[in-house]
């Protein structure tokens, strides 16, 4: 029996990284798992080698740096398996840019990955674990939530950002059985590094 039987949880950013550990790691704990990556190419085969070892996933090609997507992910992840208990926000890019040389497109595009996406995929879990009496949104910030690294600029904002979504979120929603609460990884020698 794993600590996660009969659960689903919903990553994103699941494909690679963190997210694919979170993922297996999900997996192993008796979690049905939906993720989404932009790579479709890596979101299938991790799927497919999950699938091959009886796992109960699916993954789903997005990008969530829309509204929409976000949505259309965490309704299809509750759909395809009935409901859903834990959202673990984890998608994030970055670019190495200093403030005179980030324009408003780049940030707009880092805005709405690494943190629009973590407040939308809660709009979406809410109220699907609002009728569960509970759930867990666990979102992943950075040590660059707190200690900022020079050359990251709309990256370290994005992670401070998120330090306070989820203290909002947790004063909001624990009154519902809703936990909320963020993780803060120090360098991890991953594909997006």
Not at 134 to 150: H, L, M, Q, T
Request: with cysteine; charged share 20%; glycine share 12%.
């Amino acid at each position: 029996m794993g600590r996660l039987d009969g659960k689903v949880a919903a990553v994103t950013g699941g494909a690679s990284g963190i997210g694919e550990a979170t993922v297996r790691r999900f997996v192993a704990e008796g979690a049905s798992v939906a993720f989404c990556d932009r790579d479709a190419e890596r979101g299938q085969r991790v799927a497919g080698e999950l699938e091959a070892a009886g796992a109960k996933v699916a993954f789903t090609q997005a990008d969530v740096g829309t509204e929409a997507a976000c949505l259309a992910f965490v309704n299809g992840a509750a759909q395809k398996f009935g409901r859903l208990d834990i959202l673990v926000n984890n998608a994030g890019i970055r670019k190495y840019e200093k403030i005179d040389e980030a324009s408003a497109a780049s940030w707009n595009e880092i805005l709405n990955v690494n943190l629009m996406s973590y407040a939308f995929c809660a709009k979406a879990a809410v109220p699907l674990m609002r009728r569960n009496k509970g759930g867990a949104i666990v979102n992943v910030a950075s040590v660059r939530s707190v200690v900022a690294g020079g050359g990251n600029l709309q990256y370290d904002t994005t992670k401070a950002a998120i330090a306070g979504l989820t203290r909002a979120l947790a004063a909001d929603h624990s009154p519902e059985g809703i936990r909320v609460n963020a993780v803060g990884p120090g360098p991890i020698f991953t594909p997006f590094h």
